[in-house]
């Protein structure tokens, strides 16, 4: 097998090609939900995976369209690649943030997180076909749809796929110097509710009034932030009332949590579903509802395969220093299901989710060796 500097300049002869890839997907719009879109971006994958002599399945659900393509190999290891197709840019956007590269920055909707981990997989891919390098029992790409929104209709495939392998890479964008991300915190999206009871508001003490218990119930939530394990309870959106001479039968609060392990969200939310069985104004009733998004805490697993990617690195002079980051991805969603997983192995993004979302064109060399690598070392 190939590897140092003969590799590295294979990986940087294709550059001008990934980048002709990547435009061709940032000019498909994707924003989730828009399943027209996704499903063409996903075409287009099918017929660039097929070349590579991948079996391709394509799954379209409401709003979008999952792609499960796998590659047969002569070995046993079983890898998985994951990247996700949708974008948060509304439709329109390319016209006034088009595909464009200015100073050696990669820049236009979705260029980064996550079209780029999309197109480097696809060349690593090519890379070890080109090297007739079939040491693998499988490689199975996933590329879903509706990332962006917490994959409710494709978390359940990600959690079986990685079941079935023995390591996943997940493709979001690295940080500088290679930055692979190593851990995630987790996030609780909670809503807590408040039902009282109407009245006109001078006569107030024959209702029950939902806005005044909800005020106990956020003053109680922010005592369960800690600053020392890293966990936030914040409350960010409120409404209550609808004319302000009756007391309101309703208070509906949104709550942002944050934690970087199991036993925190445990803590906050057994703490906060008592907050909601013991209101403190009589009359109301509170209902305390949260969709959870797991912590990907660092673990030894994880560690393992930054270890290896660091020697990888350090065979074209690279180094990698890995970060954590406080956002969810979908590796948030693997890291339960006990395969070990690693995340941030696309080239080197930032400022994802604006106009300014960009890419660095220059690390996409490196980071095409570092990832092909990766899968042969795995
Ligand atoms: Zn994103």
């Known amino acids: 097998m190939e590897k140092g500097m003969p590799l590295l300049q294979k990986c940087t002869a294709y550059t001008e090609a990934v ?23 996903q075409k287009v994958l099918r017929t660039w995976f097929e070349q590579l002599g ?18 047969k190999g ?25 595909y464009r590269i200015e100073n ?6 979705g260029c980064i997180d996550c079209k780029g981990g999309i197109v480097l997989g696809l060349y690593a891919l090519k890379l070890l076909k080109g090297q007739g390098y079939t040491d693998y029992g499988t490689i199975t790409f996933l590329v879903n749809g ?9 978390r359940a495939l990600i959690v079986e796929l990685a079941g079935k392998h023995d390591a996943v890479l997940v493709l979001e964008a690295s940080k500088k110097n290679h930055g692979a991300c190593l851990a995630r915190g987790g996030l609780g999206q909670a809503t807590v509710t408040v039902h009282g009871v109407t009245c006109h508001a001078c006569r107030y003490e024959q209702g029950a009034n939902a806005l005044e218990e909800m005020a106990h119930q956020i003053l109680q939530l922010r005592t369960l932030s800690d600053k020392e394990a890293q966990s936030s309870v914040s409350c960010t959106v409120c409404r209550s009332g609808e004319v302000a001479n009756a007391i309101p039968d309703t208070a509906v609060c949104q709550v942002d949590i944050r934690y970087k392990t199991q036993q925190e969200y445990d803590r906050i939310v057994t703490a906060a579903r008592n907050f909601a069985e013991h209101p ?3 009359g109301t009733k509170v209902e305390f509802f949260i969709k959870a998004h797991p912590a990907f805490p660092e673990n030894p697993a994880t560690k393992a395969m930054a270890d290896k990617l660091k020697a990888i690195y350090a ?3 690279e180094s990698m220093e890995p970060v954590t980051s406080p956002g969810i991805s979908d590796a948030n969603y693997i890291y339960p299901t006990g395969t070990p997983v690693i995340d941030g192995l696309s080239f080197a993004g930032f400022n994802s989710h604006s106009d300014q979302e960009g890419g660095d064109a220059a690390s996409i060399p490196s980071h095409l060796y570092g990832l092909t690598r990766f899968l042969q070392e795995l």
């Open 280 to 282: 403190l104004v009589p």
């Open 19 to 41: 980048l002709n890839d990547l435009k061709t997907l940032v000019e498909i719009e994707t924003p989730t939900g828009y399943a027209e879109g996704i499903l063409a971006e």
């Open 315 to 317: 065979e074209i002079g």
């Open 74 to 98: 002569t070995g046993t290891k079983k890898l998985m690649l994951l990247a996700h197709a949708d974008t948060v840019f509304k439709r329109g956007t390319l016209a006034h943030n088009p």
């Open 54 to 71: 991948a079996i391709v399945d394509i799954r379209p659900f409401d709003g979008g369209a999952n792609l499960i393509a796998s590659l």
């Open 104 to 109: 050696g920055k990669v820049y236009g909707p």
């Open 146 to 154: 509706d990332e962006e929104t917490g994959s409710d209709a494709s």
